[in-house]
């Protein structure tokens, strides 16, 4: 099993950065695809970035799209999001989410549903005051 950790969440400024990390452990897969997913009080878990387990690909929701990055470092088994411009409405706990690969393309699927990934972190709060 593998255990996914979020850190680096906290209160920001409306316009101010912030950067979340997700160190995984365990046994870790050696190809995963991560996700990262937030919701807010009262709201459905909503797709928020998605990156594949080489790096070379990744995918924003609408609502964050040339505000937030995400990256990984798979020699530390850590990805991250890198969030920039923040806004009030992106006030949510956030979650980040693997998926082992299941073949070797393992690209037939839906990265924006949560229920399409096996391991999920405890979840980060990050609040933005307006």
């Known amino acids: 099993q593998v255990q996914l950790v979020e850190s680096g969440g906290g209160l920001v400024q409306a316009g101010g950065s912030l950067r979340l990390s997700c160190a995984a452990s365990g046994r870790t897969p050696s190809s995963y695809d991560m996700g990262w997913f937030r919701q807010a009080p009262g709201k459905e878990r909503e797709f928020v970035a998605f990156?594949?387990?080489?790096?070379?690909?990744?995918s924003y929701a609408d609502s964050v799209k040339g505000r937030f990055t995400i990256s990984r470092d798979n020699a530390k088994n850590t990805g991250y999001l890198q969030m920039n411009s923040l806004k009030p409405e992106d006030t949510a706990v956030y979650y980040c989410?693997?998926?082992?690969?299941?073949?070797?393309?393992?690209?037939?699927?839906?990265?924006?549903?949560?229920?399409?990934?096996?391991?999920w972190g405890q979840g980060t709060q990050v609040t933005v005051s307006s």
């Open positions: 990156i594949r387990w080489s790096g070379g690909s990744t």
């Open positions: 989410a693997a998926r082992p690969r299941r073949t070797y393309y393992d690209r037939n699927y839906d990265y924006t549903q949560d229920h399409n990934f096996d391991y």
